[in-house]
């Protein structure tokens, strides 16, 4: 069940790599951005809601899961808004790659706290990762020449972003195991919704903002990859969340992100011209052989 989870996972994460570079190019500003993140969660919560109402368990809800499904939200909400925006200074694979980078913070924890040893063969599939990493890094930075450091600091945010919902996917599961996931995922998405709400109507406001007479005007098909991308995060976010009950945190989220890189830096290939270097294509060959090492032992 666990493989057929990360295979759907994997299908979601083409979804991802399509619709978030349009997104990105779409955005025209940071209100724009936000308010278009605070929709985006709103399909979510609203796909979230009608699961707990089509699986009529009820509404089972304490305060473990308040608490954790808050810290999911914050790190969704900071994960989506590194991610497009990252997306507009460097390719597609470089900013999922540097999502995947994220990985590390569960793989600690379930160290630390869990206690779900890496063996040393897994930890080289990791650190063969990595270098599949650089090469994608250094790949992009021939097709993008402004990659700075503030540019480097929102990728390291895209890190820690996506790593804590990870590990908050982690958490629920192993501190609150009788907890409704749907449940989980609706406050998640919720609480994204509301952050994304305040921000945009604080920031849609602001003098300074107003001066610049910017118009926040959503097209049609910024609505249609917002509808699109819930759909995939959301089923990403509760099929990942049930299959860390499932199987090691290391192949879990090594498979789900580092497979996801590899979907995106084909992709962009194929549909926005990112070139496929010498470099790129060792990157992703690289990253298969880290995955079936990973995965084997």
Known sequence: MAAFYIFIILLCRVVQAVFSKRSSIEIKNIPM???????????SAILGLLLILFASTGFKIDFLTVVIA???????????FCSITGMKYGTVSLVSMFGTAGMLIPFIAGIILFDQPINALQWFGVALFFVSAWLLIKSSKQTYKNINFKTFLLFIGVMISNGSTMLAQQMFTKYVPEGDISVFSFISFALTFLLGTITF????HKKSFKAQNTEIKFPKILIICG???AIAVFIINQLATISTTLVSPVVLFTFINGGGTIISAIVAAILYKEKLT???IMGVIIGIVSLVIIKIF
């Not at 951005?33 to 399909?43: C, E, P, R, W």
């Not at 808050?70 to 909400?77: D, E, M, R, T």
């Not at 109507?201 to 849609?204: R, Y």
Request: net charge positive; charged share 5%.
């Open 33 to 43: 951005l936000v308010g278009y993140t605070a929709f985006q969660n709103s399909v």
């Open 70 to 80: 808050c810290f999911s939200g914050i790190s969704l909400f900071a994960s989506g």
């Open 201 to 204: 109507l604080i920031l849609k």
């Open 227 to 229: 509808v699109a991308l």
């Open 278 to 280: 010498v470099k790129t």
